[in-house]
Structures are given as structure tokens and as C-alpha cells.
């Protein structure tokens, strides 16, 4: 079996989620910026990278298993 990750899309980035974001295949050396362009979200939408709840940098290299969420810049007032 494929080592997979989970993929959490928030708010207008929903649209991109895939097929099965609860078991999402994962390439050897993907990082979070390759998931961001693999599923065609426009970097500039993919504004916060979380992996299991903290904060990451999108060139963080993923890990199976990992719960990868983001969401897209908020405006607010």
C-alpha cells in the first residue's frame, strides 16, 4: 500500500480538494509546496501551511500519515 497523508482545504480552497483527501497518495520527497501545485491551488490562495496542527513552511518535505491543512489568505475588517 501507497504511503498517504490527509488533506484538510479550508474556506474558497474546498473546491480544490481531491477525490480522497483522507488517503491522498504521497510521492517519495514531496513536499508541502509540490501537494499545493499537484492539486492545482494557485500558490498565491495556499497563504497558511499546517502539518498536524503547527505552522509549517511550504518546502517542508511530507511524511505518511502526516495531516497536512491549508487555508487560503482571510481578509477581514
Known amino acids: 500500500m501507497a504511503d498517504t497523508v490527509e ?3 479550508f ?3 474546498n ?19 509540490d501537494l499545493i501545485r499537484r492539486l492545482a491551488i494557485p500558490e498565491a490562495q495556499a497563504k497558511l501551511v499546517f502539518i498536524n496542527g503547527v505552522k509549517a513552511d511550504p518546502d517542508t518535505t511530507l511524511k505518511p500519515g502526516q495531516r497536512i491543512g491549508i487555508f487560503p489568505p482571510v481578509g477581514g475588517g
Open 7 to 9: 488533506i484538510k482545504l
Open 11 to 13: 474556506a474558497t480552497l
Open 15 to 33: 473546491r480544490f480538494l481531491p477525490a480522497n483527501p483522507d488517503r491522498y497518495p504521497l510521492s517519495p520527497g514531496m513536499t508541502a509546496r
